[in-house]
């Protein structure tokens, strides 16, 4: 046995992984880019991998010109951190070694080659151990940097996650640790249980990363400490796997569009051709038409984008140029209806919604059911032909019915947000809690449809509706919000105006929720009768061997579907196959909640809606969102995403979702929390939360990418926060 079966990690190129494994000649690779890597050795693996007693003493007499130590000795498998995988974690580390204890930690690293489970046929079946022998950091801050979002797949995103001291409790899942974005040298605190680095710190680090994955040619997974002195160490450095693939999401428009608004609230997933073009697009051009003639809003487009196949709604009605093209025709409304335009702001919403709901149940309720009466009747037996213009009518009508939702859903958000601010003022200070429970436990109606949907987008079939059973649980939460409100009447007893204040307040407030849930059922009445009108449609398409199957239409358009229709002879062939393929692609994708440019006008009034509802950001929460139905509830995470994983949901789970709908409701008389991507407190999930009395936020963006089936969380639904329980 000769030193050159001992190498300095100095002189080591990539070149050398099958002889000392990738993660030593990665460190090597590290020193060659000029990275601050703490100095070391390495034993390169043998053929058989044995940790002889001549070698290890090779090892110790190598290690004599690095110092007294302490060292850290690690494993460098020779199929360890390869670009198609990464095995960190499999094999043993010690830390904090003597130079006495070089061979017993050497030979625990090689034994635990031996003692990994490794699947058959894996790329590690070559269990072949190098053992790296580095000086020891003592860090007062160490961690990891991702030099690209996981969830999102962002290239541009550097994520810098961080701990107190060692690494190891982050690396080995102990801790989740403080988690920085950084972007463009910008870094912005995800959470901070520990507050291990600063902004500074973190851009730092995030700096780095990026120089040595720009060296290497591809997003890196760096291991880093910082010691007492300030100094940052790169401990190992190997390439990302199972990233999501690198998409934009620059907004291809000007200005900012949400998932967190109207429609957007009801699409947790890549929408489909035709429901973007043949029902999505119809019913903005309808809903904006009429708010122009109602208040004279004028909306500039487009209405929405689509992205990488996600919807975004836009909110430039919101810019300050947008307001003041509505100007004019807002003023002249003011003084012809002053009460209708009311309902734009909360301090005066409470004039408004009065005649907004009249004129719903006496018009447009009646109308919009009259029509779904008589497509329901039509649709099996008029032509084909004659299906297009059914199609037209009843998602121009369902345009307009969801104005009034618009309308009259805002206008329960806006009451909300003054109820949560009397209660904030004048309720908090004596009796805590939130205002929340002020709402929960109100008679919601929980029939339904005979069929209700999952998702806005009509390619999903409709589910048999089934009715979920109140309870004593029920009971319960009605008497909690009786006791509340009991309590806040006490402390106002001897403010008599404040108490008017309050009771007016509440009346509205719970007098508008029903109403939301009311109104979301109704509107969903109309998709069962269009998705079959549309199914016929994809059955004639068929027969003329346009489509392969009658629910390939939904992945055409709409102008593809009336030039098949109304084509003579023989049609064109189109293959949806791509089609599919690419949304189940884009279906793993974790969108942003906002893109484009937003002014910093309505950045911060954006920013403020969910603090008005009582959001308090936890510095130890792994997601937060909206809180949106009050309490706190511990249970195992189930992420569900549609409805064919119904049943999986157990009694006491902590339902994840990217939405929930009237079909999710009968999920809600077994979760003991619920959390969601996108929705607001006005949406489906808070609501129903609300009537069963448990805990809920929406909103959170990446739910449903940050939780997984079998974490135990608890969901704090009054503050928004969900954390590791």
């Known amino acids: 046995m000769t030193r050159a079966n001992v190498r300095s990690l100095r002189e080591l190129r990539l070149t050398d992984a099958p002889e000392v494994g990738g993660k030593a000649a990665g460190l090597g690779e590290l020193f060659a880019d000029g990275a601050n890597v703490p100095d070391g050795v390495v034993l390169a693996a043998a053929s058989n991998g044995d940790a002889t007693d001549e070698r290890l003493d090779t090892l110790v007499q190598a290690t004599a010109a690095l110092g007294h130590g302490p060292f850290a000795v690690r494993s460098s498998g020779i199929a360890e951190d390869g670009a198609q995988q990464s095995l960190a974690g499999m094999f043993d580390s010690v830390l904090n070694v003597s130079s006495a204890d070089i061979p017993t930690a050497a030979d625990r690293v090689l034994r635990s080659a031996s003692a990994a489970r490794i699947a058959p046929g894996d790329a590690a079946q070559d269990r072949r151990m190098a053992v790296i022998v580095q000086r020891m ?215 408004s919604f009065p005649i907004t709901e009249r004129q719903w149940r006496g018009e447009v309720q009646p109308r919009y059911r009259a029509a779904i009466e008589r497509a329901t009747s039509e649709v099996e037996r008029i032509p084909v032909d004659g ?71 009509w390619w999903h079939p409709p589910v048999a509706s089934r009715a979920a059973a109140q309870g004593p649980t029920h009971e319960r939460v009605v008497r909690a919000r009786e006791g509340a409100e009991q309590a806040a009447e006490a402390v106002l007893a001897s403010r008599p105006r404040l108490l008017a204040t309050f009771r007016r307040t509440l009346a509205d407030a719970q007098h508008l929720v029903p109403i939301r849930e009311e109104q979301v059922a109704e509107l969903t009445i109309a998709w069962p009768v269009m998705r079959r009108a549309v199914v016929r449609m994809g059955e004639a398409l068929v027969a003329r061997k346009v489509i392969r199957q009658a629910d390939d239409i939904f992945f055409l358009t709409r102008d593809e579907v009336l030039s098949a229709l109304g084509s003579d002879g023989v049609s064109m062939a189109i293959d949806v196959r791509p089609r599919r393929q690419l949304r189940e692609q884009q279906a793993k994708l974790v969108p942003p909640l906002m893109v484009g440019r937003i002014s910093p006008m309505v950045q911060r009034m954006w920013d403020s809606y969910p603090k008005m509802l009582g959001a308090v950001r936890s510095p130890t929460a792994i997601v937060v969102g909206s809180p949106a139905s009050a309490g706190r509830a511990s249970g195992v995470v189930r992420v569900i995403r549609g409805p064919a994983e119904f049943d999986q949901l ?70 928004g926060n969900v954390e590791l329980a």
Request: glycine residues 12%.
């Open 387 to 457: 299906l297009p213009a059914l199609v037209d009518e009843l998602g121009r009508l369902a345009g307009e019915y969801f104005l009034w939702i618009a309308a009259l859903g805002g206008a329960a958000y806006k009451m909300e947000i003054n109820l949560a601010g009397f209660y904030r003022r004048h309720l908090a200070p004596t009796l805590g809690g939130s205002h929340l429970t002020l709402l929960a436990g109100l008679p919601v109606s929980m029939e339904g449809n005979e069929q209700a949907i999952a998702s806005l987008d």
């Open 650 to 719: 157990q009694d006491g789970e902590v339902l994840v979702a990217p939405l929930t709908a009237p079909a999710w409701t009968p999920l809600f008389h077994r979760a003991a929390a619920v959390v969601t991507d996108v929705g607001s407190p006005a949406a489906h999930a808070s609501i129903i939360a609300r009537e069963f009395g448990i805990p809920a936020v929406v909103g959170c963006g990446d739910a449903t990418a940050r939780l997984r089936t079998g974490m135990r969380v608890t969901v704090d639904g009054g503050t």
């Open 137 to 351: 950091v003592a860090p007062v801050a160490a961690g990891v940097a991702l030099t690209a979002d996981p969830l999102s797949g962002d290239r541009q995103t550097c994520v810098v996650t961080a701990v107190r001291g060692l690494g190891e409790r982050l690396v080995a899942g102990a801790a989740a640790g403080d988690e920085w974005e950084v972007r463009a040298g910008r870094a912005v605190a995800r959470r901070q249980p520990e507050g291990a680095i600063d902004a500074r710190q973190a851009a730092a680090v995030a700096g780095e990363a990026r120089r040595i994955a720009d060296a290497r040619g591809r997003p890196q997974d760096v291991e880093w400490a910082i010691d007492g002195g300030g100094a940052l160490w790169i401990l190992q450095a190997r390439p990302m796997t199972g990233l999501p693939p690198a998409v934009s999401w620059d907004a291809p428009a000007p200005g900012a569009y949400t998932r967190q608004l109207r429609m957007g609230e009801w699409i947790g997933e890549p929408v489909t051709p035709l429901f973007e073009s043949w029902l999505l697009t119809p019913m903005e051009e309808r809903m904006h038409e009429l708010l122009r003639q109602m208040i004279g809003q004028v909306a500039p487009r487009p209405y929405h984008v689509i992205l990488n196949g996600w919807y975004f709604y836009s909110i430039n009605f919101l810019s300050g140029r947008a307001m003041l093209r509505s100007l004019p025709g807002m003023l002249s409304h003011l003084i012809r209806d002053p009460r209708t335009l009311g309902g734009v702001l909360p301090a005066t919403v409470r004039h």
